[in-house]
């Protein structure tokens, strides 16, 4: 399975931004679409998640900011980020966990977001 990501960018405080992330290739169905970030000298952490049936989680320092969607028939994931602030410079990594005759995952080769002025 690949993953195609797509939206990053530099944008001013305050801006927004759309990510995408297409799975493509072989495998039974999909189990869960998220999205991992990663600033500069810390650990990767969860931004949000979305189940196959439609469940979402998404993290605190970007509750009410964020928000993870999917179109289930492109096997296609979004996060759009709203009122961005420079805390949010990451790099953001895809994640997708997929069944084929046993649970695996993969993971997007992340897209960079810088938030400054």
């Known amino acids: 399975v690949q993953l195609a990501e797509s939206g990053g960018g530099l944008v001013q405080p305050g801006g927004s931004l759309r990510l995408s992330c297409e799975a493509s290739?072989?495998?039974?169905?999909?189990?869960?679409m998220s999205w991992y970030r990663q600033a500069s000298g810390e650990q990767r952490a969860l931004v949000a998640d979305i189940t196959s049936g439609g469940g979402t989680y998404v993290s605190d320092p970007v509750q009410g900011r964020f928000t993870i969607s999917r179109d289930a028939a492109k096997n296609t994931v979004f996060l759009q980020m709203n009122n961005l602030v420079p805390e949010d410079t990451a790099v953001y990594y895809c994640n997708v966990k997929y069944w084929l005759n046993g649970l695996y995952e993969t993971w997007g080769q992340g897209t960079q977001v810088t938030v400054s002025l």
């Open positions: 290739g072989r495998f039974s169905r999909i189990h869960e």
